[in-house]
């Protein structure tokens, strides 16, 4: 039996304001499983809750309810430092991460694991000039071939992004205000009325890539 | 057999992994590149390979042998050598006598009170031989700190060489250059290639591409792309770029 590789298992996570009368201020929520080693696109707007989303992943932010579920092991239950051997964030910057330590190490899980099985990538810098591009792209698929499993956030503001997007993969999670919109393509992305509002005239421009025989 | 290989290096730093899984091979007599974007690793790469850093996990190996968390000055000593992104220079001694500190072997001729080093006549063409080397013999009397930028980068690296390194690190050396002092420092590189193994840190990628034989792109503390410039430059999206065919 094999586990899937990553199941959010009913998961919810609400911000709070208030003391004593809490109003809630935010709340995501998302349920889905991936079984094997795939390149997920991750889009939506700034504070629609992606980096939350990724910090719950690679256990670095507590739920409010439900689980994640890396390759069988739930990660909040992962010895603190050897939670990015499941799944690791790789920031737009060196960011320290916290944790807040609940419990001591040997009440916890080991990862099982010497090398990440998720790479999550939030949002990386993409400049068409210096070509670094094309590497990233090939380590993402390289990483695929290896079997581990690649989120790769992104919020477009140009016309490349998305064909980024669109060349390297398999499947597209939208994030908005919280929820979660799955797509099995990007035909299927684009077709979403939400994506549609949200990326407006970027869909109609032309992409770099036209005209070039690639 | 390479001469200097990194296998399955790790680093972090309190809970921020710097490194991830590195893997590196320097061959003997060729020009090796490490370029990647700010933050992806790059200088800590260098200052693990060179002994500042201890890894948390890996081995380093020079000529075979395992050279892991040795200190600086015992790989300085076994033939490897290095120059910084941040220049060290002793300003206030001239150019020829910041060499001379650097031979091997001054340091017991400075120990011995009957030694002038100002008369030592083999030091001092060493010291000069060097000099060539790096373009400065006419400035061996000249106070270091009045030196241009980028003569001050070409000391920096005969001081490397003095050393009389089998390996030299190289990091960062158009930093601070202009086209001008880049396209000589080109010229430099190239010359040192026929007598050391290099190994340079470049952010400028159209440097590497003209000096380099092999190159490894570093991002997110890891290798993500690996070849000869040739080969790197067949990526498509290379090709779109500054850098490719393209344009």
């Known amino acids: 039996m094999n586990a899937p590789m990553l199941h959010v298992d009913n998961l919810v996570k609400t911000y709070t304001k208030g003391a004593f009368r ?28 992606k980096t939350t989303l990724f910090e719950l992943m690679t256990g670095s932010n507590s739920p409010t309810g439900g689980k994640v579920v890396c390759a069988g092991r739930n990660i909040h239950n992962v010895r603190y430092d050897e939670r990015d051997r499941l799944a690791i964030h790789y920031h737009q910057s060196y960011q320290v991460r916290h944790f807040a330590r609940r419990k001591p190490a040997f009440m916890m899980d080991r990862a099982g ?100 025989g690639t | 057999m390479a001469l200097f290989e990194a296998r399955h290096l790790h680093k ?13 091979s320097f061959e003997e007599g060729r020009l090796s590149g490490i370029m990647g974007p700010n933050g992806a690793g790059k200088t800590t790469c260098f200052n693990v390979l060179t002994g500042r850093y201890k890894p948390d996990r890996g081995q380093v190996l020079f000529d075979g042998e395992d050279i892991t968390g040795s200190p600086p000055e015992k790989i300085v ?12 220079l002793f300003d206030e ?61 070409a000391l920096e690296i005969g001081v490397a060489l003095a050393t009389e390194p089998r390996l030299l690190f190289v990091d960062e050396p158009t930093a601070g250059l202009g086209a001008d002092g880049t396209s000589r420092l080109a010229d430099l590189i190239q010359s040192l290639k ?37 080969e790197l430059r067949a990526n498509p999206w290379v090709r779109r770029s500054n850098l490719g065919e393209l344009n």
């Open chain 2, 93 to 153: 001694y001239t150019v020829l006598d910041n060499i001379v500190i650097a031979l091997p072997g001054i340091r017991k001729k400075l120990t011995n009170p009957m030694h002038a080093i100002d008369a030592d006549s083999e030091m001092q063409d060493r010291a000069m031989d060097i000099l060539d080397r790096v373009g400065l013999p006419g400035r061996a009397r000249t106070n270091s700190k009045s030196l241009s930028y980028g003569e001050r980068r």
């Open chain 2, 194 to 230: 026929e007598h050391t193994t290099i190994v340079m840190i470049e952010h400028d990628m159209q440097f590497l591409f003209d000096v380099a034989d092999k190159i490894s792109v570093i991002h997110w503390g890891q290798v993500i792309a690996e070849g000869t410039p040739d």
């Open chain 1, 22 to 49: 809490k109003q809630e201020t935010f709340r995501l929520e998302a349920d889905f499983r991936i079984d094997g080693p795939e390149i997920v696109g991750l889009m939506g707007p700034n504070g629609s809750g």
């Open chain 1, 113 to 212: 694991s010497d090398y990440p099985l998720i790479h999550l990538f939030d949002e990386p810098q993409f400049n068409t000039q210096d070509g670094y591009i094309g590497f990233m792209l090939d380590f993402f698929r390289k990483l695929r071939a290896e079997n581990r499993l690649v989120f790769l956030c992104v919020h477009p503001n140009e016309r490349f992004h998305l064909d980024i997007l669109k060349e390297i993969c398999e499947r597209f999670i939208f994030v908005q205000k919280g929820t979660l919109h799955h797509a099995v393509d990007f035909e299927s992305l684009v077709a979403l009325q939400p994506v549609q509002a949200y990326l407006g005239n970027l869909l109609t421009e032309q992409s770099v890539l036209e005209g070039e």
């Open chain 2, 12 to 24: 972090r730093f309190g809970q921020q992994v710097v490194l991830e899984e590195i893997n590196l």
């Open chain 2, 77 to 88: 000593r076994r033939g490897i050598s290095r120059s910084f992104q941040i220049m060290n």
